[in-house]
């Protein structure tokens, strides 16, 4: 029915995976073993366990690397063709700003689509480094009796810290190299469409 064996597209996903560099397959992992031991802790941990590791995750550990999840797979396994990044509007005629937003944005997708995908691993990091910024300063020492509204030293480690760290990760020399390559044609995951910067 399919014109390959499975075995040859499950070979050509992880030559895929393996294509990455080492900071995004680890980003990829951390993420995606996050999200799964978030939602499985409450239905095989106990109360004891949820209560004691709210003061220092926060209320949602993986929401940003959540929202993320889906741009960290499509930098990993999607190939951009290239695109044309003239703007697709008559030039030297006035515009309002929303089209001057648009044709700026237009010829930077064009030029690097991959690093447009990697703002959206970024964006929700630093979304979540600032609600955890937010979730210290107002209920620091105010707990009203709730273990879950608790704050412990290590929330700000945990919920500012770490994402600023992958931030870091993310713009590694690798990464950008990675990120900043041009459109490749779609369709192929053999080596030669490939990004081999490892």
């Known amino acids: 029915m399919y014109g390959e064996p499975r075995s040859t597209r499950v070979l050509r996903v992880l030559t895929r995976f393996l294509e990455a560099p080492l900071e995004l397959r680890s980003f990829a992992i951390f993420s995606l073993s996050l999200i799964v031991l978030q939602f499985s802790l409450p239905v095989v ?31 990993i396994f999607v190939r951009l063709p290239q695109r044309d990044s003239r703007p697709g509007f008559l030039t030297g005629v006035w515009k309002p700003w929303i089209w001057k937003f648009i044709n700026w944005l237009r010829q930077k997708t064009g ?9 959206g691993l970024v964006i929700p990091l630093v979304l979540q480094m600032f609600f955890g910024v937010w979730t210290v300063m107002t209920y620091n020492g105010i707990d009203y009796g709730n273990p879950y509204l608790r704050v412990s030293p290590w929330q700000t480690l945990w919920t500012v810290g770490l994402p600023a760290l992958w931030i870091l990760v993310l713009f590694s020399p690798r990464m950008n190299r990675f990120c900043d390559r041009a459109g490749e044609a779609p369709g192929s995951l053999d080596s030669s469409h490939g990004w081999t910067g490892n």
């Open 45 to 75: 941990g106990s109360k004891h366990i949820q209560e004691s590791l709210v003061p220092i995750t926060g209320w949602n550990p993986s929401l940003g690397y959540m929202f993320g999840l889906y741009f960290t797979f499509a930098l």
């Open 111 to 119: 030029k690097r689509p991959y690093s447009f995908l990697r703002s």
